[in-house]
């Protein structure tokens, strides 16, 4: 598959040719969820708490008599069905975290770069550098290469002028290659690579 290089300014800057076995596939919505729920289980935090009837700070004497009130047998005022009382089957601290096999994430993340170069949402830059580190400048170059919701990934390094200028624009997510998931990447309109980020791909998938 070949696909053309432009620059950051949108100049032609020649051509690029993507494996097919990364770019190619007939992307599967059932791995993509399948990665998706397990990137957000992990970053689920799973600090919710509420307190049960044992960690209650109330008195545990009995309510009043067993027999000859008429009323309803009850011992402890912290039970659930009290205001003020334990709660029944409540959320404790724990980790959402599921396994998922690694060929399976390697597989998903193959699918959602081919869902983004089958729906010709995929953009490659020769390379993600600044001059200076200037918002209004990269916005200008943003419009010429019709981006407004996209993620942008470079090589290992992110040049620091570019990522600072990228920082307070809405709807633009830079990452270099090492954080490249399939959570980011769907969550943005246009995926941008950088020839370094192809070229670092390859590597891994071969």
């Known amino acids: 598959m070949d696909i053309k290089i432009t620059t950051l300014a949108g100049a032609d800057a020649g051509k ?5 076995e990364i770019f190619g596939l007939d992307p ?3 791995i993509l969820q399948r990665v998706v729920r397990w990137q957000l289980a992990k970053k689920q935090q799973g600090t919710h708490k509420t307190k049960g ?13 067993q027999k000859g009130t008429g009323r309803a047998r009850h011992s402890s005022a912290r039970a659930p069905q009290f205001r003020g009382g334990g709660k029944a089957h409540g959320p404790v601290v ?10 399976v994430r390697a597989l998903g993340l193959k699918h959602a770069l081919s869902a983004k170069a089958k729906a010709s949402n995929l953009i490659i830059i020769d390379d993600l550098a600044l001059g200076e580190a200037k918002t209004k400048l990269l916005l200008t170059n943003f419009e010429k290469l019709g981006l407004t919701n996209a993620l942008l990934i ?3 390094e992110l040049d620091q002028n570019f990522k600072r200028a990228a920082t307070n624009i809405p709807n633009i997510d830079v990452l270099p290659i090492q954080g490249i998931n399939v959570y980011d990447i769907l969550r943005r309109g ?7 980020a192809v070229e670092a791909l390859e590597e891994r998938f071969k």
């Open 154 to 156: 470079g090589g290992a």
């Open 28 to 30: 599967r919505e059932d």
């Open 94 to 103: 724990r980790s959402h975290e599921h396994d998922l096999p690694k060929k």
């Open 16 to 20: 690029v040719k993507l494996s097919e």
């Open 53 to 65: 009837r044992a960690e209650i700070s109330r008195t545990g004497a009995k309510m009043y008599k």
């Open 190 to 196: 246009t995926l941008v690579l950088s020839k370094a």
